[in-house]
Structures are given as structure tokens and as C-alpha cells.
């Protein structure tokens, strides 16, 4: 079993950076993939970004590509979500998700563990 915990959202204004963290704790030893996912009010739950747990590879939303950096801290257990030039339609809850699958990439179905969610909100 793998716990995640997100902290960091915020209210920030356009333009603003802000930094999501997601700390893992449990079996930790299991997860290959970790991702950030995000859902604004009356839409679905989109990817955001993910990141290979031993090989550091990265994958982004074309959405976020070039803004948003994803990172982790194997010693620390922990992820990261570094969002520079944040944009009202950034405004959502970010969630944080864990898999033991590799290649997990962009689809949830894949992640077993979920985080209860942060609120990031840009304001214009």
C-alpha cells in the first residue's frame, strides 16, 4: 500500500509561479510511476505531467509544456510540480497519483493511489 499527500496550492495571480509537492509514504519501494493530474469545475480530470521514478524521465501536457516542471526526490520520497507563468485556466484541483505500472504515463486508470487534491487558483 502507497499513501500520497499533496501540499503547496494556493491563490496566485496570472503570471506567478507556484510549487506543488507530493509526498509518498507505505511501500514506496513499488511505485515506477508517479504523475500530477488536475480538474477544474465541470470538467474531467486531465493529465498534467509525469515522471519514471528511476529513470527521471518526464512527460508533459502539451498544455503545460515549457511552463510546468515535474520533479522527485528519491531520498525524500517526493514529487514535485514547479508551475511558472501560471494562467487562470491553470485554476484547478491538482491531484497527485501513484503506480507500481511503468508507462503509465497520461492515463488514470493506471495510477492505484490518489491523493485527496490541492486547490491552485490564478486569478487574472
Known amino acids: 500500500q502507497v499513501r500520497v499527500a499533496e501540499s503547496g496550492g494556493g491563490l496566485v495571480q496570472a503570471g506567478d509561479s507556484l510549487r506543488l509537492s507530493c509526498a509518498q509514504t507505505g511501500r514506496t519501494f513499488t511505485t515506477n510511476t508517479m504523475a500530477w493530474f488536475r480538474q477544474a469545475p465541470g470538467k474531467e480530470r486531465e493529465f498534467v505531467a509525469a515522471i519514471d521514478w528511476s529513470s527521471s524521465n518526464t512527460y508533459y501536457a502539451d498544455s503545460v509544456k515549457g511552463r510546468f516542471a515535474i520533479s522527485r526526490d528519491n531520498a525524500e520520497n517526493t514529487m514535485y510540480l514547479q508551475m511558472n507563468s501560471l494562467k487562470p485556466e491553470d485554476t484547478a484541483v491538482y491531484y497527485c497519483?501513484?503506480?507500481?505500472?511503468?508507462?503509465?504515463?497520461?492515463?488514470?486508470?493506471?495510477?492505484?493511489?490518489w491523493g485527496q487534491g490541492t486547490q491552485v487558483t490564478v486569478s487574472s
Open positions: 497519483a501513484a503506480s507500481t505500472l511503468k508507462y503509465a504515463y497520461a492515463r488514470p486508470e493506471r495510477y492505484g493511489y
